[in-house]
């Protein structure tokens, strides 16, 4: 018999659609200043029809957060003759932009469900404050975004879910 449990079992990657109920999401050309900040479950913003860039500068809107990794080209690098897993993606990549439905994140710190969920302005990186709290100095709150399931003690996966009113300006 088990001696004890594993709690910390993964359930999925970060930029993944939980579930299959709706869910809306456009493909957008990433064109943020650093590509290290086009990180699959990070938030973006609208700067021209069609394109996107991590994080909002500005009066831009929420376009969405980056999904869908597992249909991206590996720009991993080569080590040992093995490619590199990377969860980024390069600048002047399509890449889909989820405004609704549920997805798999990576959050910073513990949260708890029905938390708030907002990104940090220059890097779309998301994190969470209590509900009916405002965002940081320098971070926006995504309009109707909440932390629905698999919360942690410390940082780690979580599923947010972001309202259909969510690509309305924040």
Same mark, same amino acid.
């Given at each position: 018999?088990? +001696?004890? &449990?594993? !709690?910390?079992?993964? @359930? #999925?990657? $970060?930029?993944? =659609?939980?579930?299959? /109920?709706?869910?809306? %999401?456009?493909?957008?050309?990433?064109? +943020?200043? &650093?590509? !290290?900040?086009?990180? @699959? #479950?990070? $938030?973006?913003? =609208?700067?021209?029809? /069609?394109?996107?860039? %991590?994080?909002?500068?500005?009066?831009?809107?929420?376009?969405?957060?980056?999904?869908?990794?597992?249909? $991206?080209?590996?720009?991993?690098?080569?080590?040992?003759?093995?490619?590199?897993?990377?969860?980024?993606?390069?600048?002047?990549?399509?890449?889909?932009?989820?405004?609704?439905?549920?997805?798999?994140?990576?959050?910073?710190?513990?949260?708890?469900?029905?938390?708030?969920?907002?990104?940090?302005?220059?890097?779309?990186?998301?994190?969470?404050?209590?509900?009916?709290?405002?965002?940081?100095?320098?971070?926006?709150?995504?309009?109707?975004?909440?932390?629905?399931?698999?919360?942690?003690?410390?940082?780690?996966?979580?599923?947010?879910?972001?309202?259909?009113?969510?690509?309305?300006?924040?």
């Amino acid at each position: 018999f088990p +001696s004890h &449990d594993r !709690t910390e079992q993964g @359930f #999925g990657v $970060a930029g993944e =659609v939980f579930d299959n /109920g709706p869910h809306r %999401a456009q493909p957008f050309i990433i064109i +943020s200043d &650093d590509a !290290t900040d086009n990180v @699959f #479950g990070r $938030a973006f913003t =609208v700067t021209a029809e /069609g394109k996107a860039e %991590a994080g909002k500068y500005g009066s831009q809107v929420f376009a969405g957060i980056l999904i869908n990794p597992k249909e $991206a080209s590996s720009n991993g690098t080569v080590a040992g003759g093995t490619l590199a897993p990377t969860l980024t993606i390069p600048i002047n990549t399509v890449g889909s932009l989820l405004s609704e439905g549920s997805i798999i994140v990576q959050l910073p710190a513990s949260a708890n469900i029905g938390d708030a969920v907002y990104f940090n302005d220059a890097t779309g990186v998301l994190a969470t404050t209590a509900p009916g709290a405002s965002a940081p100095a320098s971070s926006t709150l995504i309009k109707g975004a909440y932390v629905d399931r698999f919360t942690r003690i410390n940082a780690g996966l979580a599923v947010i879910t972001l309202a259909p009113n969510s690509r309305a300006a924040a």
